[in-house]
């Protein structure tokens, strides 16, 4: 069996697979201050 759907352990969290994705999130600053991404 390929390692890629073997688990692993990583400090206290143990993940079922290795396959993960990325986090997608986004962000928006003027001069330092958070702002509203949506502009709502």
Known sequence: M???FSPVKIRDIEFKNRITVSPMCQYSSEN???TD???G
Request: proline share 22%; glycine share 12%.
């Open 37 to 39: 991404p949506l502009g």
């Open 2 to 4: 390929s390692k890629l």
């Open 32 to 34: 330092v201050l958070p």
